[in-house]
Structures are given as structure tokens and as C-alpha cells.
């Protein structure tokens, strides 16, 4: 199966400040990747997919980019409502699909 | 309003079975394939299973492969996902998920655009 590494683990920042999560495979996977949110006690949310498509009703804020192995989400503006936990997800059909071990957003 | 709504998780012993249920609502449910994704208490997310629209597609994590089988009524709106000789690793909340693209063959390849608020399995003596 293809691995879904996803760094850092935990970030802390400031309200108005620029994130950038990444997400690396161990294998190439196109553009064959999405991001989620997941706030806490909530379902997942689609933010991206297909490594840059943002998802109907995700404030613009938020953007994807990648392709093969490498893979970033940023928030451009980090808000309150943004402090929650960030997965990636690769669907390369010759695969099962994977999910990265999540990334912990948190407002300073 | 789409929705989908999980239900049927429970505590239950090591080597029992459960079904668990996903009911659609809001939008065309034999246009999509459909999946199971499932999250132990304080960890990451983990496919467990999908089917594709009309059930001629179907996959299943090596975890669960033999154990649990996945099915859909799409005459009712429904997926199902039926859990043999549960073991304490299969304790989690369980997830039902929309496919973004209609229609698709290769059930693995599609992001998830709708969640459910998951049922939470529980299996401990």
C-alpha cells in the first residue's frame, strides 16, 4: 500500500498567519490526493482534491498544490474556525486508498 | 439537504457480529459508489470498505478482508456494512462516506465529498 506522510505533526500560529502542511507519498500518485478537515467531535470535511480543486463552499483561503510525491495545503490566513485536525488522502486507483496520520492545527 | 446517517454500532464481546446501517438523503444515491472509513478513539482515519454504484465494484482493507462485507438497497436509500468475528482492533467510530465522482469503476479512486457524523463500535469482554 502506498504511505502517507504528512508534516509537521502539531503546528502552533497566529490568527492572520500563513500555514502550509505537507504531505509526501512513497510512491507517485499524480494528482490523485485530497485534503480534509476534521474538527474536534465533527466528521472529516472535503477541503481539496485532485491536489488543487477547491471544493464547493471552502472559503478560498484555503488552496492545494502537488503532484507525484509532494504534496502542500495552505491556509493563506489562518482564523479561528481553522484550528482543527488536517488529513491528506490518496486515490490512485492501483492502490487502496490511504489516509496521512493528521496534522494538528492550533491557534496561539 | 444531503445527509447521511449512520446507525447500529453498540458494545459487543470479541467474536460477535453487527451490522451497521447508512441511510441517504438529498441526492441521486445510485449515481455514487460509497465507502466505510473508520477512526479509533484519538487516532487517524482508515478505509474500511467501498462499494461501487450499482454493488458491481467492491474493496475492502486487507484489516477487514473475510470478516466484514459491504452492501447497498438502492432501492432505499441505504448501505450496510456487515462486521464478523469482531476483535478489540476493530473498536472505532465508524464513518459512512459519499464518492465525489457518479458513476465511477475503480471504487478506490474517488475523494469523499459527503460524511456522516459516524456510530461508534465497541468491542471489549
Known amino acids: 500500500d502506498i504511505q502517507m506522510t504528512q508534516s509537521p505533526s502539531t503546528l502552533s500560529a497566529s490568527i492572520g498567519d500563513r500555514v502550509t502542511i505537507t504531505c509526501r507519498a512513497s510512491q507517485t500518485i499524480s494528482s490523485w490526493l485530497a485534503w480534509y478537515q476534521q474538527r474536534p467531535g465533527k466528521a472529516p470535511k472535503l477541503l481539496i482534491y485532485q491536489a488543487s480543486s477547491l471544493e464547493s463552499g471552502v472559503p478560498s483561503r484555503f488552496s492545494g498544490s502537488g503532484s507525484g510525491t509532494e504534496f502542500t495545503l495552505t491556509i493563506s490566513s489562518l482564523q479561528p474556525e481553522d484550528s482543527a485536525i488536517y488529513y491528506c488522502?490518496?486515490?490512485?486507483?492501483?492502490?487502496?486508498?490511504?489516509f496521512g496520520q493528521g496534522t494538528k492545527v492550533e491557534i496561539k | 439537504e444531503v445527509q447521511l446517517v449512520e446507525s447500529g454500532g453498540g458494545l459487543l464481546q470479541p467474536g460477535r457480529s453487527l451490522r451497521l446501517s447508512c441511510t441517504a438523503s438529498g441526492f441521486t444515491f445510485d449515481d455514487y459508489a460509497m465507502h466505510w472509513v473508520r477512526q479509533p478513539p484519538g487516532k487517524g482515519l482508515e478505509w474500511v470498505s467501498s462499494?461501487?454504484?450499482?454493488?458491481?465494484?467492491?474493496g475492502y482493507a486487507d484489516s477487514v478482508k473475510g470478516r466484514f462485507t459491504i452492501s447497498r438497497d438502492n432501492a432505499k436509500n441505504s448501505l450496510f456494512l456487515q462486521m464478523n468475528s469482531l476483535r478489540a482492533e476493530d473498536t472505532a467510530l465508524y464513518f459512512c462516506?459519499?464518492?465525489?465522482?457518479?458513476?465511477?469503476?475503480?471504487?478506490?479512486?474517488?475523494?469523499?465529498?459527503?460524511w456522516g457524523q459516524g456510530t461508534m463500535v465497541t468491542v471489549s469482554s
Open positions: 462499494i461501487s454504484w450499482k454493488s458491481g465494484t467492491i
Open positions: 462516506a459519499k464518492g465525489r465522482m457518479t458513476k465511477i469503476v475503480v471504487v478506490t479512486s474517488d475523494a469523499y465529498d459527503i
Open positions: 488522502q490518496q486515490y490512485n486507483s492501483f492502490s487502496p486508498t490511504t
